[in-house]
């Protein structure tokens, strides 16, 4: 139930943040975002964490809560709703991602998540 919550709460700062001090049709990849998220988002982190469930679990909702509001904010270039989002993808993805790129993070492994879905 702590996990639920926790989730939610993310979502809905994810939102309020996006609907507060997102440029409308500005590109903001130059602009330093201020993202919640969970405590340590590396790549290191994340390919520490291959055994742990819950953690790898906490952080692909968290994808999902995101890519929902970017989808919100985004109506006219949406992630395609028929993409696979399910855990399993998002912790595959995760995991390319963070090989190739050690040294970011998965927000920015989700940013680009996003962009692949646009393209399918």
Known sequence: MKTLIAILLSVVAILLFLNLFTPIGGDVSSINLFVF??????????RKTSEQRIVRAQLTEWTRGFV??????????????????????????????CKE???SDTYKATL???????KQ
Request: with cysteine.
């Open 37 to 46: 998220d969970h405590k340590d988002m590396s790549c290191g982190h994340w």
């Open 68 to 97: 929902t509001a970017y989808n919100q904010y985004n109506p006219y270039n949406q992630v395609d709703s028929k993409s696979a989002l399910d855990e399993e993808t998002v912790e595959l993805y995760y995991d390319k991602y």
């Open 101 to 103: 790129h050690p040294l």
């Open 112 to 118: 680009s998540l996003i962009d692949d879905l646009k």
